[in-house]
């Protein structure tokens, strides 16, 4: 998924050269358990906040990343007309503010992972206590705080089943959960990250 979004998945692009759990085994100074959010925005969380403006520069940055996390900087500042040293420094920039993460994206099921799953969580209290503590367990890819039936979605990659019972199992002592329901996946059908990253008209413009 582009360096701080499974499905899954801020802008959560999901795309870095490394990664933080047993599915992908990465160089540890790459690991940020928090994502695409900083510790710095923690009070500033979702879609509640207005995220910061993004130029053509970056626009055009973020969709090259989108269509090939592997695209060299010379090419896309060819195509954008600028310096290889801008788009390096917008790369950066992106990265720095959370906003930018290339990352190499699996399919969890097809290298082996036998359990991987969606669960549902209900607190009892405010969500955000309960969402920072599964956070920082490896098995877990994504956690987002949402509104409707459950107050915390978890994605999870577990090897098997058992150790899925035993991960939901943690899940339910923690303090505030008052309820989880287990959504196994039997198949992965569809995760893309190319929606692009501009809004023309009220309409989404996509990578070409």
Sequence with gaps: MPRGLTPGHALSLAFTRSGGSRLTRCDARWYNRLALRSV?????RG??????R????????????QKNGREP????????????????????????????????????????FEAQAM???????APEPVADAIARWDEVDYVVITAG??????????????ELLDLTNRIRALEGVVSTESFLYLEL?????????????????RVQ
Excluded: H, M
Aim: a neutral charge; hydrophobic letters at 40%; aromatic letters at 6%.
């Design 40 to 44: 710095d925005q923690l009070e500033r």
């Design 47 to 52: 879609a509640v906040s207005r995220p910061r």
């Design 54 to 65: 993004l130029d053509r520069v970056d626009q055009r940055l973020i969709e090259a990343l």
């Design 73 to 112: 900087f010379r090419r896309i500042a060819a195509d954008v007309g600028v310096s290889e040293a801008t788009i390096r420094a917008r790369y950066q920039r992106l990265c720095d503010d959370n906003i930018l993460q290339v990352t190499g994206v699996t399919n969890p099921l097809g290298l082996g």
């Design 119 to 125: 669960v549902g969580i209900r607190t009892g209290g």
């Design 149 to 162: 039936q459950f107050d915390i979605l978890v994605e999870v990659v577990c090897a098997d089943r058992r």
């Design 189 to 205: 059908w569809k995760q893309l990250y190319d929606w692009g990253a501009r809004l023309q008209d009220g309409e989404r413009v």
